[in-house]
């Protein structure tokens, strides 16, 4: 492979120009009815009834889910639903699983084979690791990706499972185009992990399985100030990247393109291509919300479904996973704080704007999860005739690290609340995220619980959801976010 994978990294002849003016076969899709798909993550501290979930997908049209691992609920909630599935093994287990077949065959047998009968899971991708190359990792992941990639293929051979097919779901940062020549001709792989990157593309390509790859136009938007709004969307008509004869109107499609023609560079051509994760948040910053949701999602799933392709690939329909369903409120926030609002959905069930799955635009409503229940309607606020507000910024800090005030932060919904406000909108969160049992209102009798709503048009205090005895995924801490808000109640003191 080491004599194969040289011979790739030196054919570096005029790629730029087969780019720019061949017409590639790459297959985005394999038909004219290709769905577009969702993200199902489980990073929330009350899950609702995977049954409940999976009736909403079917009611809504999706035929097309993602699973970052392997849940056995889920799973069996899946079952004869006929719904295509790609499961996912975490990062954490590609040590594991590359360095012992014993546990890839374990992995296949319990996740994959145990479902693979008539009736049963559409189990059609296995994703080896998600982002394994994501530079925040600091190469963590890199040498045991390929070698847990190789041993899943040959468990799932074993098994007698050909029809399901292995890939690996990259961050876009795996490539790049030059600062000398930011065109997607230009495009190529990261120096550092040309090498390995090209191993496995050529292993998949051996084993005629897809290249999946994470594009974020929204996060184009979040790191840079002076980034065009208008190429962050697919309806703008404000900007646009002239490469050659080709011409973008929208970052994804630029950045996809730059990905093929990273991948043509290296004679990989007819390679199918699907998009893993693909949206857009509702909250957590001042470019978050369910208008631009909208907007942007709308947009992708039309632009997906209307077989145009992008402009080095014409003609197209794309194989694309929406990200994502359904909030998560105990995701980490170090990327952001707009990382537990990337759902279609609320929490609960309920659709935060209309989406026609269709591609054909049109205001559809989304069916939302049925047969929700939720806790008692009360709230815990911040008492007003509170004598010694002493304590009040331990408490709030307190409050925030362990739920979830991302709504409180700059640009976000509940951002415009008086100090007041923050304060009872922390104390909430906590109070719900633990079940509303009356010791978790007390904050050293700052906290009153009341039967009246506190939200207002902008801002809403949830009532959560009521899981019965289900275990609780408690959020990871949110310590910077909290000393923010212990700053913003500082004045009440």
């Known amino acids: 492979m080491a004599e194969q994978r040289s011979r790739l990294t030196n054919n570096f002849f005029s790629h730029q120009i087969l780019c720019l003016f061949l017409v590639t076969q790459v ?27 999976v009736k909403m997908l079917k009611d809504n049209g999706f035929t097309k889910l993602k699973l970052f691992e392997a849940d056995q609920n889920i799973l069996n909630a899946l079952i004869g639903s006929d719904i295509e599935v790609m499961i996912g093994i975490p990062n954490r287990l590609l040590k594991e699983v590359a360095q012992d077949p014993a546990v890839a065959a374990s992995w296949v047998e319990e996740n994959v084979t145990a479902y693979s009968y008539h009736g049963g899971v559409n189990i059609k991708y296995i994703a080896v690791g998600n982002e394994p190359f994501l530079q925040t990792y600091n190469g963590t992941y890199v040498e045991f990706t390929l070698p847990a990639l190789i041993n899943i293929q040959k468990a799932l051979e074993e098994a007698g499972l050909k029809n399901v097919k292995v890939t690996v779901p990259f961050n876009a940062d795996i490539y790049f185009s030059p600062e000398s020549n930011p065109v997607p001709s ?39 100030a002076y980034f065009p709004v208008d190429f962050a969307f697919f309806d703008g008509s404000n900007n646009s990247l002239r490469d050659g004869d080709l011409v973008y109107t929208n970052v994804f499609d630029a950045n996809l393109d730059t990905l093929v023609c990273a991948m043509e560079r290296y004679s990989f051509l007819g390679m199918k291509i699907i998009v893993g994760e693909v949206g857009w948040p509702t909250d957590g910053d001042k470019n978050a919300n369910a208008k631009s949701a909208k907007r942007f999602n709308q947009g992708m799933v039309k632009h997906a479904m209307s077989g145009n392709g992008t402009p080095a690939r014409k003609g197209v329909v794309m194989d694309v996973y929406l990200f994502s369903l359904i909030d998560e409120d105990a995701k980490s926030i170090a990327p952001g704080t707009f990382e537990r609002h990337w759902g279609i959905f609320e929490f609960d069930g309920r659709p935060k704007y209309e989406l026609d799955l269709s591609g054909k635009g049109d205001d ?29 910024a331990d408490n709030v800090d307190y409050a925030c690290s362990l739920s979830d005030c991302t709504a409180l932060g700059y640009g976000s919904s509940c951002n415009h609340l008086t100090n007041i ?12 995220m633990h079940d509303q049992k009356t010791w978790d209102c007390d904050f050293l009798g700052l906290g009153l619980i009341t039967d009246e709503d506190p939200s207002d048009d902008l801002c809403e205090f949830p009532v959560m959801i009521d899981t019965g005895n289900s275990p609780r995924l408690q959020p990871r801490s949110s310590r910077v976010l909290a000393m923010v808000l212990v700053i913003l109640v500082l004045p009440l003191l």
């Open 27 to 53: 297959s985005i899709a394999s038909s004219s009815n290709t769905s577009v798909g969702v993200n199902w993550g489980t990073m929330a501290s009350h899950q609702l009834p995977p049954e409940n979930v």
């Open 186 to 224: 230009a495009g190529d792989f990261r120096p550092e992990l040309r090498d390995v990157t090209i191993e496995i593309i050529n292993f998949l390509y051996t084993h005629d399985s897809p290249f999946t790859v994470n594009i974020y136009p929204f996060l184009s938007l979040y790191g840079n």
């Open 364 to 392: 559809k409503t989304l069916v939302p999860v049925q047969d929700v229940k939720y806790l008692p309607k009360t709230w815990c606020v911040l008492d007003t005739n509170a004598f010694n507000l002493v304590d009040l």
């Open 421 to 432: 406000g923050n304060a009872s909108y922390a104390f909430n969160m906590y109070y719900q």
